[in-house]
């Protein structure tokens, strides 16, 4: 089945929009380092490989397909500055929550064009994201009830350190 046009497009954007969410969470992760949180900076790394697999995720689906992938540049990621560490994963989780809102848009896009295969491939994301904010939540919870205490703020940071980088098994891509 050939893909709808707008729907390519709308898969081509999307791709950009992970790397985006990569090169926004590879910032994150050097400002932790720059403000002695490395276990946090470990966290963030991981998620900006996270980032990386989902981009190439929609990029091998649009492969899969015949398609042609639109490479554009990737902007600035914004801000380059964090005012605390309660506010870098304050950042993190409202950026999840605009790309959950993308890719229910996508899926509407697929849905709209009668794509019921990507719509299918896509379901993956929608879950994904549920993940991903629940992650979000838990990071400002827990930061949020360390703040402006050295002790508990030094715990918190070695326990965000102990994060394991699990390669996402995309389903469909096989
Ligand atoms: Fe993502
Ligand atoms: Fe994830």
Redesign the pocket.
Known sequence: MKMNEKVRKAFSTQINREFYSAFLYLQMSDWLNQNSFPGAAHWMYI?YM?ELS?AQGLFEYLQMRGVKADIDRIDKPEPETWENVQAVFEGALKHEQQITAWINELVDIAAEAGDKAAVLFLDWYVI?QV??EA?QEDNCDNVSSASGQPGPLRMWDKQMGTRVFVP?VIPYLE
Do not use: D, K, M
Request: overall charge negative.
């Open positions: 998620q996270e989902h994904e993940e991903e992650n996402a």
